[in-house]
């Protein structure tokens, strides 16, 4: 019943996103077109907004810049859920879930889960991201190193905030697996020069990334980060003190615990995913996309009642949107309600550091 009424609703929402528009992929649509037409990959001028991303993250668009809007979007938007449905399934594959059941309840969770709606109708690169982080991830652990390692580096051509996972894979697979897929990176990304030009990297260094980097309403509700979270509940003049000393103290836990606990590259990159979203300083709602695989890993971490009361209150702080954040006046007690996406990253998180390894195995 449950994966009846999911897949129905699954289809009236995207139905509802090919007749509309999906803001961040006209954004990315936009930007391909520019370089085809040799402009100004980031002028905003008729934009949702900017996009600020580095130039590598608009190759995989050009293919759709051919195409026009309506069917370029309804391509990504398909696909994107296609990404979701493979994501899903690969994760299961890689808990060893064997009865449909697993399946039906995952694909029908991670569909409910709202980074997971909000990045579909954004039409974000989330989803994509994962899958191809999902899949270079197991091959790593299945030792095929080739699609390994390019399967994690696309992930990160695309989705630059994942070049923080370079730790987990240093510390589990040993410097020569850093160096590779490091070189790499810097290898594609200097093939892209060639395709965008040189230009567009020097706008990038001139325009997107100071725009980035002085973004000042950090307290922004959609920023669920350790600074979102700080600006939202300590006075602005102390608030980049207090971020940078949280996000040490967060760093040093994480470090400390992959040091104490001798992991595959597996548990590394899972354990590592609510840090990354954590420590990045603009985390928006629709990346925490990229934890999907660390709650079905809690799940089947999880052997007491208490450990399951706990995770259900992560999906739910994660799951739950609020939206009309403005509505709710500043003040400590609605900073910390405001904040909820991170405190269930911290949640699940701490379910990985108490549970360990996940050698344990729920029947569902």
């Known amino acids: 019943m449950l994966g009846v009424a999911t897949a129905g609703y699954a289809v009236l929402s995207l139905w509802r996103i090919l007749t509309s528009t999906a803001l961040d992929f006209s954004v990315y649509y936009a930007a391909a077109v520019s370089v085809l037409r040799h402009g100004n990959l980031y002028d905003a001028a008729g934009r949702f907004t900017v996009f600020a991303g580095p130039p590598a993250m608009v190759v995989p668009f050009l293919p759709f810049a051919l195409l026009p809007y309506s069917i370029a ?3 990504w938007i ?3 859920f296609a990404a979701l449905v493979y994501a899903v399934w690969l994760v299961g ?11 039906v309840a995952a694909g029908a969770l991670a569909f409910w889960f709202f980074p997971t709606r ?3 109708g954004m039409g974000q690169v989330n989803l994509v991201a994962l899958a191809m982080l999902v899949t270079g991830v197991w091959a790593l652990q299945k030792r095929a190193y080739a699609t390994g390692y390019i399967g994690i580096v696309l ?3 695309v989705k630059p905030q994942l070049l923080l996972l370079l730790v987990p894979v240093g510390m589990t697979l040993g410097v020569w697996s850093f160096m590779v897929i490091a ?3 810097v290898g594609m990304t200097l093939v892209t020069i060639g395709i965008v030009g040189s230009g567009a990297w020097t706008a990038f260094v001139r325009q997107a990334w100071p725009l980035a980097a002085g ?3 950090r307290g922004v509700y959609y920023n669920q980060s350790v600074s979102g979270t700080v600006f939202r509940l300590i006075p602005a003049h102390l608030s980049p003190y207090i971020t940078i000393a949280a996000s040490a103290a967060l760093f040093g836990v994480y470090v400390w615990c992959m040091i104490r606990r001798k992991r595959s590259v597996w548990d590394g990159v899972i354990f590592s995913l609510p840090i990354v979203l954590a420590l990045d300083p603009l985390s928006w709602q629709h990346h925490y996309v990229f934890l999907l695989p660390v709650l079905a890993v809690a799940w089947q971490q999880t052997t007491t009642r208490t450990d399951t009361i706990w995770w259900i209150i992560s999906y739910i702080f994660m799951s739950w949107n609020i939206k009309e954040p403005q509505m709710l006046r500043a003040g400590i007690g609605n900073g910390v309600i405001l904040s909820h996406v991170f405190w269930g990253d911290l949640i699940v998180w701490y379910l990985l550091i108490k549970n360990g390894s996940t050698i344990h195995k729920r029947p569902l």
């Open 78 to 80: 398909i696909g994107s």
């Open 93 to 103: 594959r890689i808990l060893n879930r064997t009865r449909w059941q697993w399946y």
């Open 183 to 185: 070189g790499l990176y």
């Open 155 to 157: 992930a990160m051509l």
């Open 118 to 120: 909000f990045t579909l």
């Open 215 to 217: 973004f000042g309403d």
């Open 73 to 75: 979007q309804g391509i």
